[in-house]
């Protein structure tokens, strides 16, 4: 009698846990559409081959370089972990989470980040850590990046947090219940459509130029992890001016970078060397690059990569060839729908036409 009623409360137990976790699966947002950026994180783990560069920061990098155009270029193997609004110390924790994976020749950070000392905006934590695999890093990301109305047990259970959600499901949520497309290209998000850069406001005087304390101890966690590991670190200021990059913040990474002995690129006073037109390479008047300007970025970059470090031109290989033939195949496929969507409806309608920016 007593074992009927162990197995029966043991079964009542497994599907009450089996059904809040099919509740959880519908009700957590899939970002296939619209914001897709929550989708980003998540798909590193879904390559299966290994990068000898890896690029970590917000949209300055996942929009800005094409990571098809450096293996097409130059058989340059890479993703980005990119993320929105990708605070320092969350590219700190999703660097040392792809090195428990692998271990790449070039790491690259984008240094807008260190404009935010400390955590800002719930939605754009959950788009950089939420598809993270659990790990010391994952947990260690959540504490760091934390605002004062967040609670941790929200980030372990997800369904405490988006319980509500019954309201705002779509179609997506249903399609995309146990698989989700891909929607980058190794990190990389595709904008084909153009929008001349304007005029930007003048950039207001602040009061302190200083770069915080915090952001910085984690740029300096970066180097150290990166010197640990044998990894070559370089600092990139994309070529986009907006949002304004002071030329205070510029000297005191140029004198980080000094004092550690890395290399720091800022890319905006090079555009016209990179070859950039922002009348055509940027699809929302100068905030970010598109896929044009974004080839011609990473066929510059490639360049100095191939010229400056000890990388392998895997288009030689036939594993690799293979793999990334696949993603060639993706990324025009992708880019050929699009360019159809601006000449049929003159703006994009598919996935990511809609995705916030920062």
Not at 1 to 23: H, N
Not at 144 to 154: G, K
Not at 163 to 179: A, G, I, V
Not at 188 to 210: C, G, H, I, N, W
Request: proline letters at 3%.
């Amino acid at each position: 009698m007593k074992s009927k009623r162990f197995v029966a409360a043991f079964l009542v137990i497994i599907l009450t846990l089996g059904s809040l976790y099919l509740l959880q699966r519908l009700l957590v947002p899939k970002y296939q559409t619209g914001i897709v950026e929550g989708s980003m994180v998540e798909e590193y783990y879904k390559d299966k081959s290994a990068h000898e560069v890896l690029f970590i920061g917000d949209c300055e990098v996942y929009e800005n370089f094409s990571t098809i155009t450096l293996w097409e270029k130059y058989g340059i193997t890479s993703f980005i972990r990119g993320s929105a609004q990708q605070l320092t110390w969350q590219s700190y924790y999703l660097l040392e989470d792809a090195l428990k994976y692998e271990t790449p020749k070039v790491v690259v950070f984008n240094v807008l980040a260190l404009k935010y000392n400390t955590p800002q905006n719930e939605a754009y934590n959950r788009m950089s850590i939420d598809g993270m695999n659990w790990s010391v890093s994952k947990i260690n990301n959540i504490k760091a990046s934390m605002t004062e109305e967040e609670n941790f047990i929200d980030y372990v259970f997800p369904l405490l947090r988006y319980h509500s959600r019954w309201s705002e499901l779509t179609s997506d949520d249903f399609e995309h219940f146990f698989s989700k497309d891909l929607v980058t290209h190794n990190g990389y998000y595709m904008r084909v459509d153009s929008k001349p850069q304007s005029e930007f406001p003048d950039p207001r005087p602040l009061a302190d130029y200083t770069l915080g304390e915090n952001a910085m101890g984690y740029m300096q966690k970066m180097v150290d992890l990166c010197k640990e590991k044998g990894i070559e670190l370089i600092l990139i200021k994309a070529p986009t001016e907006y949002p304004h990059w002071y030329d205070e913040w510029d000297a005191q990474v140029v004198e980080f970078a000094k004092n550690n002995d890395v290399e720091y690129i800022n890319y905006i006073p090079l555009q016209e060397e990179i070859g950039l037109d922002m009348s055509v390479d940027t699809y929302d008047a100068g905030l970010h690059l598109n896929t044009s300007g974004a080839e011609k970025m990473a066929d510059y970059f490639g360049a100095y990569l191939k010229e400056n470090y000890d990388l392998i031109d895997y288009r030689e290989n036939e594993e690799y060839a293979t793999i990334w033939q696949e993603k060639v195949d993706f990324y025009n496929a992708m880019k050929e729908q699009q360019y159809s969507e601006l000449e049929q409806y003159g703006e994009l309608v598919s996935f990511g036409a809609n995705a916030i920016r920062n």
